[in-house]
């Protein structure tokens, strides 16, 4: 009997071609959506965590604190903006602090410490110009990534303690600047008009992809706060941005942690945890939280899509009631010659069931085709990730459309008379 309701349900939809495929186009559109934003989004968490892991896993980073603040300076050693600003400037880690952790007696568990000041800055150089990304660092930053070049070497102790103005390329700020390629080392770049000199160009590190790794111009933080991005804090104390700090391991990560707050806390005169003027993360922490946030935005981007599933959905009611009314007069023969309302129900909620689904495939097929034109489009920054759990969901709800929207007009044929349904012209 299934197979002969089936039977029926595909010659009826075959014999309405065009509108079973436009009352599919409410749940492709919806699923297309869905497996599309969902896909993007696997791709992006997993393009993030491949350059949490690119970083290493025993970095320790440490950010000053940030709050809300209308003027003045608080004893975290804020700098406030002008009457009516709502926040300040975190100025909690100077190059004090960094001094201190650098100290092997205090922070016996690292091997590396280095501040990171970012900033933007217009870039010239080899006749083109460009809006580039800055970081101040020290020489030793070079040993957190074991960082390659393929002009020239970092700059130097000497280059950092004597303020120089050199500068050194990431592999597509080198692009930018010099497409025809080329040795630039002793050329002059210019940022925000003041001039450097070339003396490295570092390695391609994420082949095709533009991450902040590469779109990068590297040079001396002292050089930095006293050109281009000068900071201090309400003591006339250099800042130092955020510090990182690589541990002698990956077990010891947690060892540096508790070490580096330590030092912070006495350094600041902080007595209580709820007063520190600073906040301690490790990478696991970083990629943790970073996954959280994708991962609820996606989710929230999906069930917006959703929404369409839903208007496909009402859209199949409305065409099965009307087939419903169209086809009385079959219902009442079928009945007639002896079956039961149950296999009506079954043969009506069969064909709103098939066509959720066919446009639940189409769906797919549509939404992978959407993402992989996005992944073009941002030129192959991140790849589309359809999972099969994905595809089983999106597969699954359409089903579950199909019976939830198909249960009303099924159930109103079956109860249709028979003789009133023979009489229906």
Same mark, same amino acid.
């Given at each position: 009997?299934?197979?002969?309701?089936?039977?029926?349900?595909?010659?009826?939809?075959?014999?309405?071609?065009?509108?079973?495929?436009?009352?599919?186009?409410?749940?492709?559109?919806?699923?297309?959506?869905?497996?599309?934003?969902?896909?993007?989004?696997?791709?992006?968490?997993?393009?993030?965590?491949?350059?949490?892991?690119?970083?290493?896993?025993?970095?320790?980073?440490?950010?000053?604190?940030?709050?809300?603040?209308?003027?003045?300076?608080?004893?975290?050693?804020?700098?406030?903006?002008?009457?009516?600003?709502?926040?300040?400037?975190?100025?909690?880690?100077?190059?004090?602090?960094?001094?201190?952790?650098?100290?092997?007696?205090?922070?016996?568990?690292?091997?590396?410490?280095?501040?990171?000041?970012?900033?933007?800055?217009?870039?010239?150089?080899?006749?083109?110009?460009?809006?580039?990304?800055?970081?101040?660092?020290?020489?030793?930053?070079?040993?957190?990534?074991?960082?390659?070049?393929?002009?020239?070497?970092?700059?130097?102790?000497?280059?950092?303690?004597?303020?120089?103005?050199?500068?050194?390329?990431?592999?597509?700020?080198?692009?930018?600047?010099?497409?025809?390629?080329?040795?630039?080392?002793?050329?002059?770049?210019?940022?925000?008009?003041?001039?450097?000199?070339?003396?490295?160009?570092?390695?391609?590190?994420?082949?095709?992809?533009?991450?902040?790794?590469?779109?990068?111009?590297?040079?001396?933080?002292?050089?930095?706060?006293?050109?281009?991005?000068?900071?201090?804090?309400?003591?006339?104390?250099?800042?130092?941005?955020?510090?990182?700090?690589?541990?002698?391991?990956?077990?010891?990560?947690?060892?540096?942690?508790?070490?580096?707050?330590?030092?912070?806390?006495?350094?600041?005169?902080?007595?209580?945890?709820?007063?520190?003027?600073?906040?301690?993360?490790?990478?696991?922490?970083?990629?943790?939280?970073?996954?959280?946030?994708?991962?609820?935005?996606?989710?929230?981007?999906?069930?917006?899509?959703?929404?369409?599933?839903?208007?496909?959905?009402?859209?199949?009611?409305?065409?099965?009631?009307?087939?419903?009314?169209?086809?009385?007069?079959?219902?009442?023969?079928?009945?007639?010659?002896?079956?039961?309302?149950? @296999? *009506?129900?079954? /043969?009506?909620? #069969?064909? $709103? &069931?098939?066509?959720?689904? %066919?446009? =639940?495939? +189409?769906?797919?097929?549509?939404?992978?085709?959407?993402?992989?034109?996005?992944?073009?489009?941002?030129?192959?920054?991140?790849?589309? @990730? *359809?999972?099969? /759990?994905?595809? #089983?969901? $999106? &597969?699954?709800?359409?089903? %579950?459309? =199909?019976? +939830?929207?198909?249960?009303?007009?099924?159930?109103?044929?079956?109860?249709?008379?028979?003789?009133?349904?023979?009489?229906?012209?």
């Amino acid at each position: 009997m299934f197979r002969e309701n089936l039977r029926v349900a595909v010659r009826a939809l075959a014999s309405n071609k065009l509108r079973s495929i436009l009352t599919t186009l409410g749940i492709i559109i919806g699923v297309a959506t869905v497996i599309s934003l969902v896909a993007m989004g696997n791709g992006v968490q997993q393009y993030i965590d491949q350059q949490f892991e690119a970083q290493g896993a025993n970095l320790v980073y440490i950010f000053p604190a940030r709050i809300d603040l209308r003027g003045g300076a608080n004893r975290s050693g804020f700098i406030g903006g002008p009457p009516g600003a709502q926040s300040g400037v975190a100025a909690s880690l100077t190059m004090g602090d960094v001094q201190a952790l650098n100290d092997r007696t205090l922070v016996p568990d690292a091997s590396v410490v280095v501040p990171v000041a970012s900033g933007g800055a217009r870039a010239y150089a080899g006749g083109h110009k460009y809006l580039a990304s800055v970081q101040g660092t020290a020489p030793d930053y070079r040993l957190l990534n074991d960082w390659n070049t393929v002009y020239g070497d970092w700059f130097n102790d000497t280059d950092y303690t004597g303020h120089a103005r050199v500068a050194l390329l990431g592999s597509r700020a080198y692009s930018k600047l010099y497409p025809l390629g080329g040795d630039p080392i002793g050329e002059e770049l210019r940022l925000n008009d003041v001039p450097f000199k070339i003396v490295g160009v570092l390695r391609q590190r994420s082949a095709g992809q533009a991450t902040s790794n590469d779109d990068v111009v590297f040079i001396p933080l002292t050089t930095a706060r006293a050109r281009l991005f000068p900071s201090r804090n309400a003591k006339g104390q250099v800042l130092a941005g955020i510090i990182v700090v690589q541990a002698t391991s990956k077990e010891r990560t947690n060892a540096v942690v508790q070490e580096v707050t330590h030092v912070l806390r006495q350094r600041h005169s902080i007595t209580f945890q709820n007063d520190d003027d600073f906040s301690v993360a490790t990478q696991s922490d970083l990629q943790n939280t970073v996954a959280s946030i994708t991962g609820v935005l996606t989710v929230f981007l999906a069930a917006i899509a959703a929404i369409s599933l839903l208007v496909g959905g009402i859209g199949i009611m409305n065409i099965m009631l009307v087939s419903v009314t169209e086809r009385t007069h079959e219902i009442g023969l079928r009945k007639a010659v002896g079956a039961k309302p149950g @296999v *009506i129900l079954v /043969q009506f909620l #069969l064909e $709103a &069931v098939m066509l959720a689904l %066919l446009g =639940g495939l +189409v769906g797919i097929a549509v939404g992978w085709a959407m993402a992989s034109v996005v992944v073009v489009i941002s030129h192959n920054q991140f790849q589309a @990730v *359809i999972t099969p /759990q994905a595809v #089983l969901l $999106a &597969v699954g709800f359409s089903g %579950l459309v =199909g019976i +939830v929207f198909g249960v009303y007009p099924a159930a109103r044929a079956a109860r249709l008379r028979p003789i009133e349904a023979l009489r229906f012209e």
